[in-house]
């Protein structure tokens, strides 16, 4: 069994930052692909980062690319999200996700989420 706990969101200005992080306790999820999902109100789940076990983010969401950066320390079981120049529209509860399979991947380990709030 694998617990996900996501920290580190909050309400920030159009155009700041934030650092999500995602501490893995149970059995180690090293060897497993985990991700990055988000779910705005009214909208479904989505997949906005994927990142191999190697740590090689293999997809990014166009909505994400060149602003979000997905990482991972698996000697810490730990995985990030760092977002910068942060838009209203990314206000949403954020998710990750372990042992990841298939397209759209779905996970096989879920936090809890935390909550992101973009105010323009």
């Known amino acids: 069994q694998v617990q996900l706990i996501e920290s580190g969101g909050g309400l920030v200005q159009a155009g700041g930052s934030l650092r999500l992080s995602c501490a893995a306790s149970g059995r180690t999820v090293s060897s497993t692909g985990m991700g990055w999902f988000r779910q705005a109100p009214g909208k479904e789940r989505e997949c906005i980062a994927v990142?191999?076990?190697?740590?090689?983010?293999?997809y990014y969401a166009d909505s994400v690319k060149g602003r979000f950066t997905a990482s991972r320390d698996n000697a810490k079981n730990m995985l990030y999200l760092q977002m910068n120049s942060l838009k209203p529209e990314d206000t949403a509860i954020y998710y990750c996700?372990?042992?990841?399979?298939?397209?759209?991947?779905?996970?096989?380990?879920w936090g809890q989420g935390t909550q992101v709030t973009v105010s323009s």
């Open positions: 996700a372990a042992d990841l399979r298939g397209w759209p991947p779905k996970g096989n380990y």
């Open positions: 990142i191999s076990r190697s740590g090689t983010v293999t």
